[in-house]
Nanobody, 129 residues
Framework: QVQLVESGGGLVQPGGSLRVSCAPSGTIFSISINSMGWYRRAPGKERELVAAMTKDGSTKYGDPVKGRFTISRDNAKNTVYLEMNSLKPEDTAVYYC?????????????????????WGQGTQVTVSS
């Protein structure tokens, strides 16, 4: 079984910066992930796209974060990073890592496992003075 593990997050002052990262964890012999990204859910609001990146480098960003957040990805490690700059109180939310199009092998003998999508547990980002 594969899980997505997020790290980073925390409390930051308005105007500050923060970086979160996400990588798959579990019994993995090899893994390929088509798209990885971040969504967020603020209290009382619906979940929204923050940023996503495909394996070939195509990116998309939610309008509220364009010009302030940058997504990057290390394909060798299947790790996705979100660099958040010029943070605002309205960026306060639980940030969820998401992966689409997973193909992985648990060992060198069994066939592949395909999963359409997978979500991380979420990491809290709070922007407050």
């Amino acid at each position: 079984q594969v899980q997505l593990v997020e790290s980073g997050g925390g409390l930051v002052q308005p105007g500050g910066s923060l970086r979160v990262s996400c990588a798959p964890s579990g019994t993995i012999f090899s893994i390929s992930i088509n798209s990885m990204g971040w969504y967020r859910r603020a209290p009382g609001k619906e979940r929204e796209l923050v940023a996503a990146m495909t394996k070939d480098g195509s990116t998309k960003y939610g309008d509220p974060v364009k010009g302030r957040f940058t997504i990057s990805r290390d394909n060798a490690k299947n790790t996705v990073y979100l660099e958040m700059n010029s943070l605002k109180p309205e960026d306060t939310a639980v940030y969820y890592c998401a992966a689409e199009g997973l193909t992985y092998y648990s060992d060198g003998f069994s066939g592949p496992t395909y999963e359409y999508e997978k979500w991380g547990q979420g990491t809290q980002v709070t922007v407050s003075s």
